[in-house]
C-alpha cells in the first residue's frame, strides 16, 4: 500500500534557524514520484520539488535543500537560515508509476512551521 | 500566469441544501483532480477526470456527491443534499495528462454546512 508519513505535526523555530521537515514514504513501486508542496496562510497550494525515484541526487534550490535516501524511504525537506514567510503547511506527496499518467498524488498529513521573529 | 480557478472561495449553507463548486483547469490541461482538506483526514483525493472522462471517483461518497466535466474547461463537484460532516475546503487541480509533473492547483472552495 502507499502511504506518506510526516510524523512532524507542527514545528516551531525562531527566524534564521535552520529546520528539517521529515518525510517517510511506502510503495511496493520501483519507479515512483516525490513531491513536496507548500501551503502557505492564504490556502493555496504551491508545488517546491519532484524527484523520480531514479534520482537520489540531493537537490538545493536557494534556502530550499532535499535529501532523498531510497535506502531508510525517506524524502526530506531542510530549509535554512529560515525567515517568517516560511510559515506554512508542508506536504510530502507520493505518485507511484502506475499512475504516472494521472498524476495522482497520495499526500502525507502536513507540517505546519511556525518561524517567529 | 496561467492559473486554476475555483468558485465560489466560500460558502456558507445549510445541511440539506445544494451545493455546487466549480473549477476552470489550466488551458491545455487535460487531467482535472478533485481534493477535500480537512483537519482530520488531510488532503483526500476524491475524484480525477481526464480528456473529460472520469478516471477514478472512488473517493467520493457516491450517494451525495457528483463530479462532472461539461466541457474542457470546466469541472464541477456537486453534493446534495449537504451534511455538516461535508464542511471541509475543496481543491481542484490540473495536469498537463501523461507528464507526472506539477499538479497546478486553485485556492480552493472553502464550504461551511450548518
Known amino acids: 500500500a502507499q502511504k506518506v508519513t510526516q510524523a512532524q505535526t507542527e514545528i516551531s523555530v525562531v527566524e534564521k534557524e535552520d529546520v528539517t521537515l521529515d518525510c517517510v514514504y511506502e510503495t511496493r513501486d520501483t519507479t515512483y514520484y516525490l513531491f513536496w508542496y507548500k501551503q502557505p496562510p492564504s490556502g493555496e497550494l504551491v508545488f517546491l520539488i519532484r524527484r523520480n525515484s531514479f534520482d537520489e541526487q540531493n537537490e538545493i534550490s536557494g534556502r530550499y535543500s532535499w535529501n532523498f535516501q531510497k535506502s531508510t524511504s525517506s524524502f526530506n525537506f531542510t530549509i535554512t537560515a529560515s525567515q517568517v514567510v516560511d510559515s506554512a503547511v508542508y506536504f510530502c506527496?507520493?505518485?507511484?508509476?502506475?499512475?504516472?499518467?494521472?498524476?495522482?498524488?497520495?499526500f502525507g498529513q502536513g507540517t505546519t512551521l511556525q518561524v517567529k521573529p | 500566469d496561467a492559473r486554476v480557478t475555483q468558485t465560489p472561495r466560500h460558502k456558507v449553507t445549510e445541511m440539506g441544501q445544494e451545493v455546487t463548486m466549480r473549477c476552470q483547469p489550466i488551458l491545455g490541461h487535460n487531467t482535472v483532480f478533485w481534493y477535500r482538506q480537512t483537519m482530520m483526514q488531510g488532503l483526500e483525493l476524491l475524484a480525477y477526470f481526464r480528456n473529460r472522462a472520469p478516471l477514478d471517483d472512488s473517493g467520493m461518497p457516491k450517494d451525495r456527491f457528483s463530479a462532472e466535466m461539461p466541457d474542457a474547461t470546466l469541472a464541477t463537484l456537486k453534493i446534495q443534499p449537504s451534511e455538516p460532516r461535508d464542511s471541509a475546503v475543496y481543491f481542484c487541480a490540473s495536469v498537463r495528462g501523461g507528464n507526472t509533473g506539477e499538479l497546478f492547483f486553485g485556492e480552493g472552495s472553502r464550504l461551511t454546512v450548518l
Open positions: 506527496a507520493l505518485s507511484e508509476a502506475r499512475n504516472s499518467n494521472t498524476g495522482k498524488l497520495i
